[in-house]
């Protein structure tokens, strides 16, 4: 049964940092496509960060370029998303997602969702 499991979230002032996990089990994380998307209230879940081949590829959304970083550990089967420079516009319950096909994660329907981490970032 695969499972992914958030934490990491929490309430920081703007400029500040956090450092999302995401633990898989079921499967390799190694072996999936692999990504974090976010969803503030009463607005649509957005793409936020894309990890492939284990790294050997990442994406951006515009909005966290340069200011997020998706990594993966494949020893401990983990993906993370390291947030610095937080604004109160990345306030939203953060997901990590996975899916065999690339363009099924890139289009946010992937097959295997966590449960979400709230991040809240105060101005």
């Known amino acids: 049964r695969v499972q992914l499991v958030e934490s990491g979230g929490g309430s920081v002032q703007a400029g500040g940092s956090l450092t999302l996990s995401c633990a898989a089990s079921?499967?390799?994380?190694?072996?999936?496509?692999m990504g974090w998307f976010r969803q503030a209230p009463g607005k649509e879940r957005e793409r936020v960060a894309l990890?492939?081949?284990?790294?050997?590829?990442?994406y951006y959304d515009d909005s966290v370029k340069g200011r997020f970083t998706i990594s993966q550990d494949n020893a401990k089967n983990t993906v993370y998303l390291q947030m610095n420079s937080l604004k109160p516009e990345d306030t939203a319950m953060y997901y990590c997602?996975?899916?065999?096909?690339?363009?099924?994660?890139?289009?946010?329907?992937?097959?295997?969702w966590g449960q979400g981490t709230q991040v809240t970032v105060s101005s």
């Open positions: 990890i492939i081949n284990s790294g050997g590829s990442t």
């Open positions: 079921g499967y390799y994380v190694s072996s999936y496509y």
């Open positions: 997602a996975a899916d065999a096909g690339l363009s099924q994660l890139v289009l946010g329907r992937a097959r295997y």
